[in-house]
């Protein structure tokens, strides 16, 4: 067929504006006709997607729900959840990494799931009494993670007998006590000559280690007094001895030993000490100055 042209302008005819408006109305229509068409073709397509994307989400919860009891369920009954390796972490120097694992001994062989950090814990601090941190973990299908910080050592140790003057009953270069008050033996202990020397006296029972030795409220009414001396007197303690079983510290200053207890309050001693210089002086007492009497400072 031969491509179509435009009539002959002698063969063309005069369009009336009747006929103009008759054609647009067609085309009008023909044009409403196909956005209807394609209208209501994307409203199905609309409904088909919903469709598709609601199945889709429906089938991929019921697979994510299969594959977690399936997961559960192999985590619960298997037996490969054991724990076969525990790795341990020691944050002190200090810490024997053979007395961890025996005990933790026992934790080999349960299920790794079902253990409570609050059991390993547990184990830990009866055998190790001066545990500071513990901080568990787990790696499926069987490795246990331990990591331990030990409490900080704050002195050195002379254990002296009761009945002599001076004598030390055990090695001054391993006995060390913590911040806790708990008396430690060791060798492996790093960084320690700047640790003051505590002497230890009047004790009913030899203390071993890892007992509580001194409570900490001793440890702190220590501390603040010496504080206390540096800061409001100017005074550097030398020595520090303490009385187990009288509850009570001698420091020694300059020579001469100030006489605390816990039994009164360390402002009221420190009260008495200030009376004591200035109404008396320092340089009148020659070994102590006691400060324990409630009424009284005595000295000789």
Not at 101 to 111: I, K, N, Y
Not at 175 to 199: C, K, N, V
Not at 241 to 254: C, G, K, P, S, V
Request: net charge positive.
């Amino acid at each position: 067929m031969k491509k179509p042209r435009r009539l002959p302008k002698k063969y063309a005819r005069r369009v009336s504006p009747e006929t103009k408006r008759y054609v647009k109305r067609r085309m009008e229509r023909k044009s409403r006709r196909r956005k209807e068409k394609w209208r209501r073709f994307r409203r199905r397509l609309e409904v088909t997607l919903q469709g598709v994307r609601a199945s889709a989400v429906r089938w991929t919860l019921i697979c994510l729900i299969t594959i977690g009891l399936i997961s559960f369920g192999f985590l619960l009954f298997s037996p490969a959840i054991e724990v076969r390796e525990i790795t341990v972490s020691r944050l002190s120097p200090r810490l024997d990494i053979e007395e961890v694992q025996d005990a933790l001994a026992p934790m080999f062989g349960r299920h790794l799931f079902f253990l409570s950090s609050f059991e390993i814990a547990g184990l830990l601090r009866d055998q190790i009494p001066d545990i500071d941190e513990i901080s568990i973990g787990k790696t499926y299908p069987g490795i246990l993670h331990v990591r331990i910080a030990l409490h900080p050592l704050v002195a050195r140790l002379n254990i002296e007998e009761p009945d002599s003057e001076g004598s030390t009953g055990t090695g001054s270069n391993i006995d060390f006590l913590t911040s806790q008050g708990i008396y430690m033996a060791t060798t492996s202990a790093r960084d320690t000559e700047t640790l003051p020397w505590f002497s230890i006296v009047d004790w009913g029972v030899r203390p071993d280690p890892g007992m509580l030795l001194i409570q900490p409220t001793f440890l702190e009414r220590m501390k603040a007094a010496e504080l206390t001396l540096l800061r409001q007197f100017g005074h550097e303690v030398s020595r520090r001895t303490i009385y187990l079983r009288a509850q009570e510290f001698h420091l020694l200053i300059e020579g001469k030993e100030l006489w605390f207890d816990l039994r009164n309050p360390l402002e009221e001693q420190m009260e008495r000490y200030r009376t004591f210089l200035k109404e008396i002086g320092f340089e009148s007492a020659r070994h102590y100055i006691d400060l324990r009497v409630s009424d009284r400072v005595m000295y000789q």
